[in-house]
């Protein structure tokens, strides 16, 4: 399995770094986890959008989803018009925010461009050779992480998340953890996020095998992320760099 960086920025794009996204290739298949703002440009590096097998979205905040506005164009009234619609996994809502934004008078043909499939706890969908389990966390909105298999390695993914149960859960004994880092929690109010030690923490707990730290947020440095993550867990820590690739397993 491979994990490739399109973008890891938080919460708005940067020259040369789009928000997050990444591209997963694994079993026979290729899954764009996360659409933000810049990663349908990068991702057009590595594939075609009709060759995924599927979209996977963490939560419908824009630094997350932005992107697939402008693929349902690409999809439908451009040159990546796919042999049927492409599978997209999201939070409840996903249809319904889509159309919102893209509808013009008449209704938007978003099923042309997407097959929606509303993520739920503990879902598990096959993709591409892969297996995807979803699980729901704590991002004081519907919120996912996912656990993907290919049989061979597996990946573990955060979203936006504070740390939690079902988070740990997903990341057991994962070969990689990609995990979010956006800094110190609020004053008052809930969490929301890990801060790096966070994610130093849900990896050690977890017993993944590396951790690649990402969405680290505009307070921190990523050298600085990456530092204090390793003062909490003592395997290989990374940081997830626009453009980098990271086979896993
Ligand atoms: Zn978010």
Known sequence: MELTVLGSAAPYPRP???CSGYLVTGGSGALWLDAGPGTLAELQRHARLPELDGIWISHLHADHCADLLTAFYA??????????PLPLYGPQGTAARLEGFLSNAARSPIERAFEVRELHDGQRVRLGGMELESRSVEHGMPGYAVRIDDGAASLAYSGDSAPCAALDDVARGADLLLCEADGDPPADGPRVHHSPEDAGRTAARAGAGRLVVTHVGP???PEEALGRAASEYAGPVEHADAGRAFSVG
């Open 16 to 18: 040369g770094i789009p």
């Open 75 to 84: 999809l439908v009234y451009a040159d990546q018009a796919p042999s049927a």
């Open 219 to 221: 307070f921190l440095r």
